[in-house]
């Protein structure tokens, strides 16, 4: 794959799209450094050896304030250091693109700037979901943010691959805008038909704006493709899903 310009870096943040509020993204992914030194046999120690701890990850967005009800600023501000948001991150948020997703806490907040200038903001979030965390998952966009009104499978089935015995499934709905009510299944196959599909992963019923982190799904599981199916919906909702193994 050749390099390519950071002009579509989606963030999708709970129920809330923050792509075109932001000019700036950074995901950084950490491993505490430990060191593991020992006593060598004389004259063999020169340095220190290492082994990775605990996983760290956040996410720092910056762009443009907007204020008003259903806006950046109202989004960012609700959500601090309160409720467990589902965060989204991928190159350019299209069906089949890497995205990276994790439960994050948001805890830091920064807006207003200098007179006569647009106004900036930032935003901090950092994983946080008590001492199960599984930190970043990197997997894939099966939806890109759409509208949907009927039942049925939508989105891309993507071939994430089998899920290992030590491994599991993990899955994130994101539902911007909502109608009624709204029910979904992630599924998988070992064909891109969906020919025989096994349900993994129930998403609802969801009623209200937000991120849902579906409950991760042990391996062994020997197929390897997966898609999104919505089972029952009354009104439009807007909603967008991922899925990655770890």
Not at 37 to 44: F, L, Q
Not at 90 to 111: I, K, L, M, W
Request: proline share 3%; charged share 10%; glycine share 12%.
């Amino acid at each position: 794959m050749s390099t390519f310009a950071a002009n579509n870096i989606t963030t999708w943040f709970g129920g809330y799209d923050m792509t075109a509020d932001t000019n700036q993204t950074t995901m950084p992914i950490e491993y505490e450094a430990l060191i593991s030194t020992t006593m060598g046999p004389a004259g063999t120690r020169t340095a220190h050896s290492r082994v990775a701890g605990l996983e760290s990850v956040s996410s720092q967005v910056a762009g443009f304030a907007q204020f008003g009800v259903g806006l950046v600023d109202e989004a960012a501000f609700n959500a601090l250091g309160g409720t467990v948001q589902v965060i989204t991150h991928s190159h350019d948020g299209v069906e089949g693109s890497p995205a990276y997703f994790y439960q994050s806490r948001a805890f830091t907040y920064q807006v207003f700037g200098d007179v006569g200038q647009l106004t900036p903001f930032n935003l901090t979030a950092q994983a946080s979901k008590g001492n199960g965390s599984p930190g970043a998952i990197r997997g894939a966009v099966l939806k890109t943010k759409a509208n949907v009104v009927a039942t049925g499978a939508t989105g891309t089935g993507n071939q994430l691959g089998a899920v290992a015995a030590d491994q599991f499934l993990y899955a994130a709905l994101h539902v911007f805008g909502v109608g009624t009510t709204i029910t979904a299944v992630l599924e998988s196959d070992d064909n891109s038909g969906f020919t025989s599909a096994t349900t993994r992963a129930t998403f609802g019923p969801i009623t209200a704006a937000g991120g849902t982190w579906a409950t991760r799904v042990p391996g062994a599981i020997t197929d390897t493709w997966y898609r999104l199916r919505v089972t029952a919906i009354t009104g439009t909702f807007s909603i967008a899903c991922v899925a990655g193994i770890k």
